[in-house]
């Protein structure tokens, strides 16, 4: 048994080709605005703000002098490294969400195997 598809002058595959481009287009337009982006964080209650930006590289960092204490290093070591783990999700997750709208539209979360 053939089974016929519908001709429309291959306008079908020719569609889905010119979509999965413009989403690329898309895409890398949008990459680099993610990247230039920046992110501002706080942790230890404020005590700890930086600036992160879409490529994951510290811009700034502001310590509060009150959570200096020569005795106590490591709690400032790990309110130093929250911040930075913060600031790493916030980025990963913004990315993940953005990119989510363009791939989302065109059914990525399973539709289109191998093609990205």
């Not at 895409?27 to 982006?37: I, P, T």
């Amino acid at each position: 048994m053939k089974v016929r598809l519908p001709n429309n002058g291959g306008g079908g595959m020719q569609d889905m080709l010119r979509q999965a481009q413009k989403m690329q287009e898309d895409m890398a337009a949008l990459q680099a605005d993610l990247e230039e982006r920046v992110y501002d964080i706080s942790a230890g209650g404020g005590m700890v703000k930086l600036q992160i930006n879409g490529k994951r590289r510290v811009l700034h960092m502001e310590i509060q002098p009150d959570i200096v204490d020569p005795d106590d290093i490591e709690t400032l070591s790990d309110v130093l490294v929250a911040a930075v783990n913060e600031a790493i999700q916030k980025v990963d997750d913004t990315a993940a969400q953005e990119m989510g709208k363009i791939t989302g539209a065109m059914g990525l979360a399973g539709g289109m195997p191998g093609l990205f």
